[in-house]
């Protein structure tokens, strides 16, 4: 047990220091046993959701009293299906391919060194969370699959769903003979522990933050560790004009209202001022309860739009908001996005297969998308499994980061009794 009386630079050095040694123990562990290890956490989960829904209930009371925004109490409430789904999660990671050990390219140099670059776990990874008592489960099974031990300091408005949710991992990890220590949770919600977690550079590789643009701002000023940031999700949908008008209104829709709380929403949108049905998808959004902001040309189509500022082009919503634009074709759609994206998901609604290459190549963001919702951005969706978040960073891994973003790599060199000249 954390010692409670310590320090917030003491508590963290423990931790890491078990981290440390917990690290060691799962980078040899063998790959079914980390995997019996998560799927005995997922069954934990499926036998813990009365307490957990429990535990949340409590946090969702603390969290109206406290005036959170709607977007932000939908990321923290749990019921039956979501921890079912929690669980399902865990269990897919469990299934999937083991990345530690795969060779990423090899050669054979001229004087006969056998070069391999081959993947290897991280470390220690400290994750620095808001809201969403998921991301507990998510990051820990991620974590340990891809070898690596975590530290996990979730946010004081999900601290009895975290608790409960982590109790239930560390008891599938420990019934698999796996160290307790491979997943902790910081036990304070004291902010000094997040300036000692980022300052932690003996014990922690890697820190990913999720949460809102001022925890990440902190911890990008912050941190002496490597950051894997993941910033807003100012993510457009284009339609072109040579939209099918049925699919266009439908993905924008769902891009849009489907949950509006996530990374993956849509917050604005572009019309090919020569789409014709640019009325009818104005007006689909505003009768599906979307408040919508437009300029001059959008307010004509409608008088229950508002008008929209230039702040509003650079605003990541989190709710039943969007913001609408015409503009003159695919390049100034192009445009628009390099001004005001955050190069996290954006997507094109067109049947001109020419114009929609145009957009995939041309548009540099983490995800970009041809005739779908951007509500697809999520490593779930992608097939990896759960994910530590999406990364719209350039360095390391990009897009949704799951196993693969969780590793490293080395080189391994073999000889035959080589010497250099």
Same mark, same amino acid.
């Given at each position: 047990?954390?010692?409670?009386?310590?320090?917030?630079?003491?508590?963290?050095?423990?931790?890491?220091?078990?981290?440390?040694?917990?690290?060691?123990?799962?980078?040899?562990?063998?790959? %079914?046993?980390?995997?019996?290890?998560?799927?005995?956490?997922?069954?934990?989960?499926?036998?813990?959701?009365?307490?957990?829904?429990?535990?949340?209930?409590?946090?969702? =009371?603390?969290?109206?009293?406290?005036?959170?925004?709607?977007? &932000? &109490?939908?990321?923290?409430?749990?019921?039956?299906?979501?921890?079912? %789904?929690?669980?399902?999660?865990?269990?897919?990671?469990?299934?999937?391919?083991?990345?530690?050990?795969?060779?990423?390219?090899?050669?054979?140099? !001229?004087?006969?060194?056998?070069?391999?670059?081959?993947?290897? !776990?991280?470390?220690?990874?400290?994750?620095?969370?808001?809201?969403?008592?998921?991301?507990?489960?998510?990051?820990?099974?991620?974590?340990?699959?891809?070898?690596?031990?975590?530290?996990?300091?979730?946010?004081?408005?999900?601290?009895?769903?975290?608790?409960?949710?982590?109790?239930?991992?560390?008891?599938?990890?420990?019934?698999?003979?796996?160290?307790? =220590?491979?997943?902790?949770?910081?036990?304070?919600?004291?902010?000094?522990?997040?300036?000692?977690?980022?300052?932690?550079?003996?014990?922690?590789?890697?820190?990913?933050?999720?949460?809102?643009?001022?925890?990440?701002?902190?911890?990008?000023?912050?941190?002496?560790? !490597?950051?894997?940031?993941?910033?807003?999700?100012?993510?457009?949908?284009?339609?072109?004009?040579?939209?099918?008008?049925?699919?266009?209104?439908?993905?924008?829709?769902?891009?849009?209202?489907?949950?509006?709380?996530?990374?993956?929403?849509?917050?604005?949108?572009?019309?090919?001022?020569?789409?014709?049905?640019?009325?009818?998808?104005?007006?689909?959004?505003?009768?599906?309860?979307?408040?919508?902001?437009? =300029?001059? %040309?959008?307010?004509?189509?409608?008088?229950?739009?508002?008008?929209?500022?230039?702040?509003?082009?650079?605003?990541?919503?989190?709710?039943?908001?969007?913001?609408?634009?015409?503009?003159?074709?695919?390049?100034?759609?192009?445009?628009?996005?390099?001004?005001? %994206?955050?190069?996290?998901?954006?997507?094109?609604?067109?049947?001109?297969?020419?114009?929609?290459?145009?957009?995939?190549?041309?548009?540099?963001?983490?995800?970009?998308?041809?005739?779908?919702?951007?509500?697809?951005?999520?490593?779930?969706?992608?097939?990896?499994?759960?994910?530590?978040?999406?990364?719209?960073?350039?360095?390391?891994?990009?897009?949704?980061?799951?196993?693969?973003?969780?590793?490293?790599?080395?080189?391994?060199?073999?000889?035959?009794?080589?010497?250099?000249?």
């Amino acid at each position: 047990m954390n010692d409670l009386t310590q320090t917030p630079e003491m508590l963290i050095a423990t931790m890491g220091a078990r981290a440390r040694r917990a690290a060691a123990t799962i980078a040899q562990a063998s790959d %079914a046993q980390k995997a019996d290890a998560l799927r005995r956490a997922a069954q934990a989960l499926r036998d813990q959701a009365p307490a957990i829904i429990a535990a949340n209930a409590r946090d969702m =009371d603390n969290a109206v009293a406290n005036g959170l925004s709607p977007a &932000l &109490l939908d990321r923290l409430r749990l019921d039956e299906g979501r921890v079912a %789904a929690t669980a399902a999660g865990v269990e897919q990671v469990a299934g999937l391919p083991n990345p530690l050990g795969s060779v990423i390219d090899q050669s054979v140099r !001229p004087n006969g060194l056998d070069l391999r670059r081959v993947r290897v !776990p991280l470390g220690v990874i400290g994750i620095i969370y808001e809201s969403r008592p998921n991301v507990t489960a998510d990051a820990a099974a991620l974590c340990l699959r891809a070898g690596n031990a975590v530290i996990l300091r979730g946010g004081s408005e999900a601290k009895e769903s975290n608790r409960a949710i982590h109790a239930a991992i560390v008891e599938g990890i420990v019934a698999a003979g796996l160290p307790a =220590d491979v997943v902790q949770l910081v036990p304070t919600t004291d902010r000094a522990a997040v300036g000692a977690l980022l300052k932690a550079a003996e014990f922690v590789d890697l820190i990913v933050p999720r949460g809102g643009k001022s925890l990440v701002a902190r911890v990008q000023d912050e941190a002496r560790v !490597p950051v894997l940031a993941h910033l807003d999700g100012i993510n457009h949908s284009y339609v072109d004009g040579a939209a099918d008008p049925a699919m266009a209104q439908q993905l924008v829709v769902n891009a849009k209202m489907r949950r509006t709380g996530i990374c993956g929403a849509t917050e604005t949108v572009l019309i090919d001022s020569a789409y014709a049905y640019a009325p009818a998808l104005v007006r689909a959004l505003l009768d599906a309860q979307c408040e919508v902001r437009g =300029d001059e %040309a959008v307010q004509a189509m409608d008088a229950r739009v508002k008008p929209a500022d230039e702040a509003d082009w650079d605003t990541e919503y989190l709710d039943a908001i969007v913001s609408i634009r015409l503009v003159d074709g695919v390049e100034e759609a192009i445009a628009h996005i390099a001004a005001h %994206a955050s190069h996290h998901t954006d997507a094109i609604i067109t049947d001109d297969a020419a114009t929609a290459e145009r957009f995939l190549n041309a548009v540099d963001s983490a995800i970009v998308m041809w005739n779908a919702s951007t509500q697809f951005a999520d490593g779930g969706e992608f097939g990896l499994g759960a994910e530590i978040g999406i990364s719209t960073g350039r360095l390391h891994a990009r897009g949704p980061v799951a196993l693969e973003g969780l590793t490293t790599y080395k080189w391994i060199v073999r000889g035959t009794g080589q010497v250099r000249p």
